[in-house]
């Protein structure tokens, strides 16, 4: 079984901590980073790659949700959203810095990674 991670990665606090939160966990074999641009793009290759998974986490910044967005294009359905400022509180600014509130992001990314795999993280 294998988990694709796709952080939204926007130009702003939230959407940095969406890339720093995925990197934390990503291991290129159960748990795979899902490429923000490639997929809207059409870049077959990558949208072949996005699809090994079973699963998802859609790591959205604000309500935007350009990564939720991302997989409905490409029809994929099956995905865990996180927003990081309704669901956290963060608020939405331009220090890219900013990490206030990422611990419970990766607390919240954690549980579905248990969940999915059964505890075993
Ligand atoms: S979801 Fe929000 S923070 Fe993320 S890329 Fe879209 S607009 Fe930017």
Not at 43 to 61: P, Q, S, T, V
Not at 87 to 99: A, L, Q, T
Request: with cysteine; net charge neutral; charged share 25%.
């Amino acid at each position: 079984m294998r988990l694709g991670i796709l952080p939204c990665q926007g130009a702003c606090n939230v959407g940095n901590m969406t890339s720093k939160v995925a990197l934390k966990y990503v291991d290129n074999e159960r748990i795979n980073m899902v490429c923000a641009l490639g997929l809207p793009l059409g870049i077959e290759n990558i949208i072949k790659m996005a699809k090994i998974n079973d699963k998802f986490i859609a790591l959205n910044g604000c309500p935007i949700k350009c990564a939720s967005k991302t997989l409905d294009k490409i029809g994929i359905t099956e995905y865990e959203e996180i927003v990081l400022t309704s669901d956290f509180g963060i608020e939405k600014n331009k220090n890219f810095k900013d990490e206030s509130n990422m611990d419970k992001v990766e607390q919240k990314v954690e549980e579905i990674i248990k969940s999915f795999f059964h505890d075993q993280i």
